[in-house]
DNA sequence: CCGCGGGCCTGAGAGC
DNA sequence: TGCTCTCAGGCCCGCG
């Protein structure tokens, strides 16, 4: 599901419960996520305090109080849910907590700030990593990641420079987490469309001879931005599996400009075009052939 | 190095 | 109602 307005989104939900707050207890109910968690997971987490709770890309970061950040990535289907814990509640007492488990709650942190938050994922396509702050450069989920198109330094000029000599189709390149981290199948549509950018164009295209950003990779680069910013404000798009930490919907997927619109009007301005649907690289694109050139 | 296709999982929805 | 088939927002791996 989640594409980097919706990992935002779950951000931003667990911060105020998890930043400052001790993991008092850790409920392992499922290891073999999309790896196996090692078996000292919760003993290293239990006790930590959580320093900060960042992202890069598609993962969530738990800076802890010893050292190790805990790396979480929420898969295909995988998201978060936030409760508030019976003060009665031991942390033992797992009658009471196996009680109210939902299918597919894998892992429980029960947390000194009264919160408990539960990472449920159905396709166990998510995972979660422990690694010490110092080795973070060196980790390989996240070494090879491209620039955060929400970053400063992102802008048509990188965006032309990843691109460069690419024999791919924009729509690839966009996806390819080296190139830019975050987006994924939805906003990469969504972006081009803006952008009134063919998903099949070569990539190499934004750029001219001497690699710098030509006008398609300037507007390129401002679709992204502002489709990204409006699904973080609309709480990331809810198609099956996004929530909010607190179960509400998302309410991006009300704005979808092209995403699963097959047969749709076009809804830029004057065209006349309708959304049509091809699949590139083994996965649906949307798109107007009409004004997307 | 690069790009592509397959595979990992489960559930929802379509078609019969 | 129930079965089977296809497809789904991500990512890793092996192949050519």
């Not at 998510?126 to 198109?149: H, T, W």
């Not at 400063?152 to 000599?165: P, T």
């Not at 400009?257 to 047969?263: N, T």
């Amino acid at each position: 599901m989640p594409e980097l307005p919706e990992v935002e989104t779950v951000r931003r939900g667990l911060a105020p419960v998890m930043e400052g707050a001790r993991f008092r207890k850790v409920e392992v109910r499922r290891h073999d996520l999309r790896w196996r968690l090692p078996k000292d997971f919760a003993a290293r987490l239990e006790g930590k305090t959580v320093t900060g709770l960042g992202r890069r890309a598609k993962y969530l970061l738990a800076d802890l109080s010893s050292g190790d950040v805990l790396i979480m990535h929420l898969g295909m289907s995988g998201s978060f849910r936030m409760a508030q814990e019976d003060r009665e509640t031991t942390p033992g007492a797992y009658h009471h907590e196996r009680s109210k488990a939902e299918a597919h709650d894998h892992i429980v942190f029960h947390m000194s700030s009264g919160a408990r938050v539960t990472f449920n994922d159905p396709r166990r396509f998510g995972c979660m990593k422990i690694v010490p702050r110092a080795d973070l450069d060196r980790e390989p989920l996240l070494r090879s990641l491209g620039p955060e198109p929400l970053g400063n330094a992102f802008g048509a000029e990188l965006l032309a420079k990843a691109c460069r000599g690419k024999k791919t189709s924009l729509k690839a390149a966009l996806g390819d987490q080296r190139l830019v981290a975050g987006l994924g199948n939805i906003y990469v549509c969504e972006a081009l469309n803006r952008a009134r950018l063919s998903p099949r164009r070569l990539a190499s295209t934004i750029a001219d001879k001497m690699s710098r950003p030509n006008e398609k990779a300037e507007r390129l680069a401002d679709a992204i931005k502002a489709v990204l910013v409006e699904a973080i404000k609309a709480g990331g798009s809810s198609l099956r599996d996004h929530r909010r930490t607190d179960g509400t919907l998302g309410d991006f997927q009300h704005s979808f400009r092209v995403y699963d619109r097959e047969g749709e009007p076009c809804p830029t301005r004057a065209c006349k075009g309708r959304v049509r649907r091809i699949v590139q690289a083994g996965r649906s694109t949307f798109y107007c052939p009409v004004c997307q050139t």
